[in-house]
């Protein structure tokens, strides 16, 4: 009997120019927890970071360590928006973060698929938060 395949992305890498900084950023304006900060010696860090109640994948903040690194910060996804943060309450987390100074490029708008609007993090990355119409999937 051939063992079925168990797989899951446990964390997704985001390049970062400052650990503290960006944990920071994320734990107060975005209220995520921090998972994980442990120092691996020679200014590397091993930090996660998820948002709060998450399961599944987490998000590891990288310290870009050279100049091709440095260049991709902020903009990881060719200027498109690259991470995706989807709650089951859209207005609550955008007056918090908005209370918070999080930029956003637009207004909230509603689309077909749920309520929407695109952020960014300290240093330009693009994200949506978005909540879908049908957010039984978070309960």
């Known amino acids: ?12 890498a985001l390049v970062v120019e400052n650990y ?18 442990t120092d ?3 200014g590397k860090r091993w930090v ?11 998000i590891l903040l990288a310290k870009a360590s050279n100049e091709q690194q440095q260049q991709s910060i902020g903009n990881q996804a060719g200027g498109r928006v690259f991470l ?5 309450d859209f207005w609550r987390d955008y007056e918090y973060m908005k209370s918070q100074g ?3 490029t637009e207004q ?13 993090d300290l240093y330009g ?4 938060l978005l909540q879908l119409n049908d957010a039984t999937w978070y309960i």
């Open 1 to 12: 009997m051939t063992k079925a395949i168990k797989q899951r992305i446990s964390n997704i």
């Open 84 to 88: 995706f943060l989807q709650t089951n």
């Open 48 to 58: 996660q970071i998820s948002p709060p109640n998450a399961e599944g994948t987490n």
């Open 125 to 128: 990355t693009k994200w949506d």
């Open 20 to 37: 503290d900084d960006a944990i920071e950023f994320y734990t107060q304006k975005l209220n995520f927890e921090l998972i994980e900060n």
């Open 108 to 120: 909230p708008r509603v689309e077909e698929y749920g309520t929407v609007v695109v952020f960014k």
């Open 40 to 42: 691996l010696g020679g």
């Open 102 to 104: 999080v930029e956003f």
